[in-house]
């Protein structure tokens, strides 16, 4: 098996006809994309140790714009060891396409290399052994290969999220007061963060980096406007916190009234809000 690995990866080095010019200066066009998509899934279909290969993100449902970056998904022959094929495919990134840098994100089924191209392209390129191939979220196009059945994508834990949002709380709360003003802020946009996750989850829309906010009724996201920290002074940031955390205070009564009324009198202790006072007053 070594030896077919090794022939494998010659073969692949060998593939040095580039047909997108590797270092366009100026922002991607759609074209550029194309061509450039096209390119990889020709490789894709002609390295042996590529079993299946999938479009995935916008593109594998009809929602690609002129903005969209390219999210491919490979299946990667069982006996083959997938972190030469990602070493492979990574120098092809950076020889032939002129890649600047890339990122790794590792999860139970494979791996995940995001690619920032000269053009400002990013490209996305998932790895998973043959018998894992299929879809791990909502978009998954097949362009060839056999499809593994779908496994139910988790959603976030409500609880998690909770969870996440009254620590914040509290920590910009301590970063007000220990006259840490950028810290603060952070701590105070992860509590706007955390409650539009919460309320992205209640009303079905995707949780993850906010991507389903925009699409959240304008009564919910219009009143988290205010939670923007607009400077650094500390009245400021007490400012935001209080409307930060009011919001936080509505949404946890819609997303869970339990948790809500525990939760209550701390978060108005840490962010400063007047016992008894409305909730949709935070001033």
Known sequence: MEVVSRTSSRWFHNQRLCDVPARLRAVFTSDHRDAVRRQLLGLAEKDPRITGAAVTGSAADGREDSWSDIDLFFGVAGRVAL????ADWRDYLYGQLGALHHFDLKVPAGIYRAFLLPSCLEVDLGFTSAEQFGPVGPTFRAVFGEVAQASPVPLPDPGHLIGLAWHHVLHARTCIER???????????????????LACLRLGEPAHYAKGADALPAA????????????LELEELRRALRVAATRLLLELSATDAIQARRL???IRELADLAEGQPWDDPR
């Open 179 to 197: 006259h840490k003003p950028w810290q603060a802020e952070h701590w105070i946009s992860g509590i706007r963060d955390q409650t539009l996750a």
């Open 83 to 86: 972190d030469a094929v990602v």
């Open 220 to 231: 919910v996201r219009g009143g988290l406007e205010d939670a923007l920290v607009r400077s």
């Open 264 to 266: 209550e009198q701390p």
